[in-house]
């Protein structure tokens, strides 16, 4: 195989400045090459095979060790209490703990916990918007879409206002663990203090909770039970961390992009603001177009062959859902964004026994929060054309979003 195409000389062409700026075309580069008969690594691109991927029990999602792999031997001992904490975490569970798991959150996490959140979600986008800088430019990420989900997840969950923000660090500590790429000692190390303290926070909420349980997702997860398993004390401690990282980071990026996407294509603003009986189809072209999450990995549990890849045990394949969400095989035209598209089958949110615990609360937001930013400012333009996108490969969205209003 090229070195073109293996899996280190993709990453850094995906994590490279160009990279970061446009996926959409490096995921073309695979596709043309592959399409030529040239061998294109361990990566899954095309819808079907992605989706088959997702669905595939026999392919494990415990990447722990993968992701700690680049830690020398000193700094891997010392990230003892990361680990643990994330193989407590639901994503990288395989079956029967993922099954068990699952379904005990899903105790907590269900339609009538979003459904009870949607007023709190409107009251807190009207804050937001009436606290934005009286500026003509704003910042979009800094003053709506990174704070709001945040603030809807700590909600939910029970966090006090004080431990929000230090909440909210910790969880994209988190983040930059799993999608850095090459994971250093440094942010190891700081992602375990992290780890330390969110379970120190974690654990006095249950301790107060057991006793004198609210209507919190925390005192739900407590409660939960299925034939007669309750979910661990560290269990508690990682998901409840999980439950901030995926439901702030994605949610935020899902915002961010969708915001995005919508100021690039004017035409597509304009049709949504005439006729909002389109939110639902332009929610999930957003999520087609710039997904939120753009890689998830699996790991062969032995040697096999998969999709035309041959794989060893313990390799891992990777699954490109933002290059499957541009298969022209699956969607015409792929790279115009389109806010009528049906159908819109994307694996922005994955697929299967995987496929995201949050993603109705996601929608939520989205089909709330779109509605009173542009009603509020219905002259909203980008301030500038050249966007930083955060460094990391599984989550795509930008560092700041400046918007002239």
């Known amino acids: 195989m090229s070195e073109e195409w293996s899996v280190a000389a993709v990453v850094r062409r995906l994590l490279s400045p160009e990279g970061l700026a446009d996926p959409y075309a490096i995921y073309r580069e695979i596709r043309a090459a592959s399409d030529a008969g040239r061998a294109t690594g361990r990566f899954l691109f095309r819808y079907a095979d992605v989706r088959e991927a997702l669905y595939d029990r026999e392919l494990s999602s415990d990447r722990v060790a993968a992701i ?108 930059l663990v799993v999608g850095s790429g090459t994971l250093t000692p440094e942010l190891a190390e700081r992602a375990t203090r992290s780890a330390a303290e969110m379970r120190e926070l974690v654990a006095r909420l249950v301790a107060e909770r057991t006793g004198k349980p609210g209507s919190d997702l925390l005192s739900a997860m407590i409660a939960a039970t299925d034939d007669g398993a309750r979910i661990s004390a560290g269990e508690l401690y990682a998901n409840a961390l999980f439950l901030m990282t995926a439901g702030h980071e994605t949610a935020t990026n899902m915002l961010s992009n969708g915001i995005l996407a919508l100021l690039r294509h004017p035409e597509q603003l304009d049709l949504l603001s005439k006729d909002l009986s389109l939110l639902g189809s332009a929610t999930e072209e957003m999520l087609r177009y710039e997904g939120p999450v753009q890689i998830a990995a699996r790991i062969a549990d032995r040697d096999r062959e998969l999709r035309g890849l041959e794989l060893r045990a313990g390799q891992a394949v990777i699954l490109m859902l933002g290059a499957a969400n541009r298969d022209p095989e699956v969607f015409p035209d792929p790279d115009r964004f389109d806010i009528t598209r049906s159908p819109n089958p994307h694996v922005a949110f994955s697929h299967g026994m995987h496929f995201c615990l949050g993603a109705a609360l996601a929608r939520a937001e989205m089909e709330i929060v779109l509605p009173r930013l542009f009603d509020r400012f219905p002259k909203l333009r980008l301030a500038e054309e050249h966007i930083e996108w955060q460094p990391t490969l599984d989550f795509r969205g930008p560092n700041r979003l400046l918007v002239r209003r």
């Open 68 to 175: 700690l792999r680049p830690l020398p031997g000193p700094a891997r001992a010392r990230a003892d209490l990361l680990e643990k904490t994330m193989r407590d975490i639901v994503v990288f569970k395989d079956q029967p703990d993922h099954r068990r798991l699952r379904r005990l959150l899903g105790q907590a996490f269900t339609p009538r916990t979003v459904e009870s959140a949607k007023p709190a979600i409107a009251e807190m986008t009207d804050r937001l918007l009436d606290s934005l800088p009286a500026d003509d430019v704003v910042d979009l990420h800094r003053g709506l879409t990174y704070p709001l989900p945040a603030i809807v997840v700590a909600a939910l969950l029970g966090i006090p206002e004080a431990d929000r923000d230090a909440f909210q660090s910790w969880a994209l500590d988190l983040v």
